[in-house]
């Protein structure tokens, strides 16, 4: 197996079966630590930077979560506005990237334009960590959402999945590219105008994903183990800030997971996932029901960066 040590975690493209199993096994043994509301001292003289050009809450403060749970430092800045990128000079990512790596061991950045953090790992020297990029993908996001999977229902080969939303989103395309190494057929629904782009298609016949199309999670979701929901009302991914303007629509019933429908439709013993934030896809009511894992998945989020960071800075092997 490639060694994590000092590598970049753009993309699941190009993950292999095992490198999969050996993130998760990570996690199943830091997990305790986050559980129990530890800090230990792994990382206690390493620094991450988080370089954030777009808004998260999730994804930045998990990684600040994971490093601190690990002993480590933090800095950086999560409005690029103050910063010479986001001022008159709108300073180039190598020129930033080149100022970043001094100031710390490892970079988990988000971006709105897809590319960016490739572009940002060609001139770094320390890993760089994809937070999300654009209309691109967001590995961490899925590396924590097959992590949930494997402790709820305790495998990952051999479940069928069925996902909800705009898939032009970037989860979806980590997604995607994910069960290409698992034995994990998949259905994909969304609007029309918000369709999987070709070139993820493309790679997920060329890779052998077992996928497929439907108009309405009503007419799927009772053979699904694992519904994996994003919104379809959504800000512009390709914006560094999308202001809410105005009303806002509802989501149709095609892609919306009511109580109703799981309780009518849904296996039992099925789980729900969604990365939030989220809009009326899932309504609060489906909190409360023995389908959701979402805050399950949000603690394991920050486990999966212990993970993530103990491999690309070389504390675990
Ligand atoms: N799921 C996710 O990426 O959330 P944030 O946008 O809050 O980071």
Redesign the pocket.
Known sequence: MRSFMGRDIISLKNFERNEFFRVLEIAEELEPIARNRQNVDLLDNKTLVTAFY?????????HEAAMLRLGGSVTGFSDAKMTRAGDFYQESIKDTFKMLECYGDVIVM?HFQQGAPAEAAKWASIPIIN??DGWGE?PT?ILTDLYTVLREKGAIDGLRWVAVGDMRMR?MHSLGYALTQFDCPITFIAPPEMDMPDSFKEDYEAMGLDFAFADHVGDVIGDADVILVEPTIQPDYTKSRDERKGDVPTTPANYKITRDLLVNKAKSDAILLH???RMDEIPADVDITRWSRYWQEGFN?VVMRMALLALVLGAME
Do not use: F, N
């Open positions: 777009q808004p998260s809450t999730r994804t930045r403060l998990a988000r937070g999300g967001h996001q989860t990365s939030l934030p989020g």
